[in-house]
């Protein structure tokens, strides 16, 4: 069995090394989700026919993300194949991996562990990440016993020379999480505000191909070869065709007519690549068959960014008016989240935010925009003086011009989120805007993406959990 890397569709991979299969984040069903009201399909599609594949030695899940941690897919494997993770894996993660009979192997950072003929490592990235990322492991796979070579899969962080330290990899797998909206529609972390953002400006196709060819591998001077994954979901019901700019056929064919000293390899899900060779020898898996997309990608999907309308309708994931109950437990959440907020990097830029377009800001500097309540579409904003949410007069457009961050959302899905029946993530890819001023990374999602995470918030993950048989 040669040496090879085979991509099975988002950031689902399987290493073939030494004699040895290792599955890594498996992604086997055909879309993921907390709800039937809102999956994220596989795309390009395909099917794994789990009759047929291979028998693995190992799964390695690098992370808790939910395109990453897929119990229904971890749960139809072998319950003889032992699950491997860092040790900072959330405890809700490993207790849920636990109750549906897998066996987890926790690894410390860098600490080598032999699977058959390969060796693997994990190893966690920059530190000055997000809390999100924050526990998120690399993995690096090498032939057991040798200096150097293999295959080092980035997982959804950043990396640091720390994180590169001792590596020497012949293959390097980069997520391309740019994840580009189409005209008119905005991203998870994108702005209703019509204001640059130095942090994060316009990003370009070449900006892209610059950063998965140099960017990501400046550290691993000994790559050759480079591979993507990331940004291979749709959402149903449909919100906006594929993203920009992740054709990794197209990529290929572009980046390899640029590239002097490395080349990229655009896999297909269900495409196995054989690296130890030039050129690469790309071949089909036999048990992953490429099926039509439920959702069809119009050509008009792929056009660039245009202007977006603040006003834009904002449909609910659930088809259902927010009761008194909903409405409790929001406020609750809101009187719980208020200092928390001003404690963080969202409300610490607030507190310095004097003024905001073109007027002098007052206590009120934070909103939430809550539609579909009992009593119809209110604010409701945190008052930097008393550190309380109160009551606002008045709809979105005047909390825009008025209140210099906030989010705009639905009150059923959000209590959603609340109940742990859904991700805040898929709520806040699907179905909530935001605006802010400054980095987005320390924008309203980003804030909560930290603040109802599964590190900070193992109630909500657990009865996802729960959802998922686990």
């Not at 994840?179 to 991203?187: I, S, T």
């Not at 705009?408 to 029946?421: I, Q, T």
Request: proline fraction near 9%; charged fraction near 20%.
């Amino acid at each position: 069995m040669p040496d090879a890397i085979a991509f099975l569709g988002q950031q689902s991979w399987m290493v073939e090394m030494g004699g040895a299969r290792i599955l890594v984040d498996p992604m086997l069903d055909t879309s993921f989700g907390h709800s039937d009201q809102l999956r994220f399909e596989i795309y390009p599609s395909r099917r794994v026919d789990l009759d047929q594949m291979p028998p693995v030695d190992a799964v390695v899940v690098t992370n808790e993300h939910l395109d990453h941690f897929h119990l229904p897919s971890l749960r139809r494997l072998p319950a003889d194949v032992p699950v491997v993770t860092h040790r900072l894996m959330p405890k809700v993660c490993t207790d849920a991996l636990e109750a549906i009979g897998r066996k987890v192997q926790l690894l410390g950072h860098d600490e080598p562990l032999r699977i058959g003929g390969a060796e693997l490592r994990l190893l966690l990235g920059d530190p000055d990440v997000p809390v999100w990322e924050s526990r998120v492991a690399s993995l690096y796979v090498k032939p057991a016993g040798a200096e150097g070579g293999g295959v080092f899969i980035q997982s959804d962080t950043s990396l640091s020379q720390d994180t590169a330290a001792g590596c020497t990899p012949e293959v390097f797998i980069a997520t391309h999480n740019a994840q580009v909206p189409p005209a008119g529609e905005l991203g998870a972390f994108d702005n209703m505000l019509p204001v640059p953002e130095p942090q994060a400006p316009e990003l370009t196709g070449l900006d892209l191909l610059f950063t998965l060819l140099n960017g990501t591998t400046e550290q691993f001077p000994s790559v050759r070869l480079i591979a993507l994954s990331g940004g291979g979901y749709v959402q149903a019901p449909r919100k906006h065709g594929s993203f920009l700019w992740n054709d990794f056929a197209e990529l290929e064919d572009i980046a390899n007519a640029l590239s002097i000293d490395k080349k990229l390899v655009g896999l297909a899900p269900g495409e196995l690549a054989e690296y130890g060779q030039s050129p690469v020898l790309k071949t089909g898996l036999p048990w992953v068959t490429r099926t039509e997309p439920a959702l069809t990608v119009e050509p008009s999907d792929r056009q660039a960014r245009g202007e977006f309308d603040p006003g834009a309708p904002l449909p609910p994931i659930f088809e259902r008016t927010a009761d008194e109950a909903d409405m409790r437990l929001i406020h609750d959440e809101l009187a719980a989240l208020a200092p928390l907020i001003m404690l963080a990097p969202l409300g610490r830029g607030l507190i310095n935010s004097n003024a905001y377009l073109g007027g002098e800001t007052g206590p009120l500097r934070f909103a939430v925009h809550l539609r579909g309540t009992p009593q119809g579409d209110v604010v409701h904003a945190l008052d930097f003086n008393s550190a309380r949410f109160e009551p606002c007069p008045g709809g979105l457009r005047d909390a825009l011009f008025t209140i210099p961050s906030g989010i705009d959302v639905n009150a059923g899905d959000l209590a959603a989120v609340l109940r742990g029946e859904i991700h805040i993530w898929e709520l806040a890819v699907s179905r909530m805007r935001q605006w802010y001023l400054g980095d987005r990374m320390d924008s309203p999602v980003g804030f909560l993406y930290g603040a109802l995470s599964e590190q900070v918030r193992p109630d909500l993950a657990a009865r996802m959990y729960r959802s998922l048989g686990a």
